[in-house]
């Protein structure tokens, strides 16, 4: 992989500072975009160079019309027209069906599902007129497998990634790829906060649990963020021109 690969493209990456977004935009600095890193919270100081490329932070909530419709248009500005664009962005409530609010549903919906329609919505249409771009959207393989637990999770992400393929439908005759990457188990605060033992989380995730159904993971090893980051960076590279409305699960194989 060249380090320049995407020296003078433009990438907006949401859910910035999560543990798969961070190292996303730290990638695609390395490669030399020009990237516009939005979370919900303030992080390091916009402007800082990372790598051959640049990252600009720009805090957003991707659940809201309002910051939505005018997030595309700052990040246009900081970095230029989009050439990609990566949701990230992820929320986690996990508990059984019977003990779910309201509330934690519509706001798993609102952020993993609804944050995705609206991102790709608005930067699709700049992506359209130009003919090129591309969209990944970071799901879940709780979106392929029945997980105790995770009944809001796994549907958020099952909507977003029938939305990101259904999308891409429509945009491939205009030259803009869209595909998901869905990872499983991965080394991150969302998934060490599901048990109170960090290790313990990542013991039994990769030896699975029967009395949850929660299959065990074939390779070994639980996830990096980087293994993910990878595959995203992949799928919007050049490497991948032939590549969309796809599925590449990241998860050493639990979901079999």
């Known amino acids: 992989m060249a380090a320049d690969?995407?020296?003078?493209?433009?990438?907006?990456?949401?859910?910035?500072?999560?543990?798969?977004?961070?190292?996303?935009?730290?990638?695609?600095?390395?490669?030399?975009?020009?990237?516009?890193?939005v979370d919900r919270t303030p992080g390091p100081k916009a402007g800082t160079a990372q790598g051959n490329g640049t990252v600009v932070e720009l805090v957003a909530d991707v659940t809201r019309p309002d910051e939505v419709r005018g997030l595309v248009r700052r990040a246009e500005e900081a970095a230029g027209p989009l050439d990609f664009l990566v949701n990230a962005a992820g929320v986690l409530h996990s508990g059984?069906?019977?003990?779910?609010?309201?509330?934690?549903?519509?706001?798993?919906?609102?952020?993993?599902?609804?944050?995705?329609f609206m991102m790709s919505q608005a930067a699709a249409?700049?992506?359209?007129?130009?003919?090129?771009?591309?969209?990944?959207?970071?799901?879940?393989?709780?979106?392929?497998?029945?997980?105790?637990?995770?009944?809001?999770?796994?549907?958020?992400k099952a909507a977003a990634t029938a939305f990101t393929r259904c999308l891409g439908l429509e945009l491939a005759p205009h030259g803009v790829r869209c595909n998901v990457v869905a990872p499983g188990s991965t080394d991150t605060p969302m998934l060490t906060g599901l048990w109170e033992d960090a290790e313990e989380a990542r013991r039994l995730s990769v030896q699975g649990l029967a009395s949850g159904y929660?299959?065990?993971?074939?390779?070994?090893?639980?996830?990096?963020?980087?293994?993910?980051?990878?595959?995203?960076?992949?799928?919007?590279?050049?490497?991948?021109?032939?590549?969309?409305?796809?599925?590449l699960v990241v998860d050493g194989g639990a979901s079999l």
Do not use: H
Not at 96 to 116: H, I, K, M, R
């Open 5 to 37: 690969e995407f020296a003078g493209k433009a990438a907006v990456v949401t859910g910035a500072r999560g543990g798969i977004g961070s190292v996303v935009v730290r990638r695609l600095a390395d490669l030399g975009a020009s990237v516009v890193a």
């Open 96 to 116: 059984p069906v019977s003990d779910c609010t309201v509330e934690e549903w519509q706001e798993t919906f609102a952020v993993n599902a609804l944050g995705v």
């Open 214 to 247: 929660r299959p065990g993971i074939p390779t070994g090893r639980v996830a990096e963020a980087e293994d993910v980051a990878d595959a995203v960076v992949f799928l919007l590279s050049d490497r991948a021109r032939q590549i969309t409305l796809q599925t």
């Open 125 to 156: 249409a700049g992506m359209v007129e130009r003919g090129r771009g591309a969209i990944v959207t970071v799901a879940s393989n709780a979106a392929r497998i029945a997980r105790t637990g995770m009944a809001a999770y796994a549907a958020s």
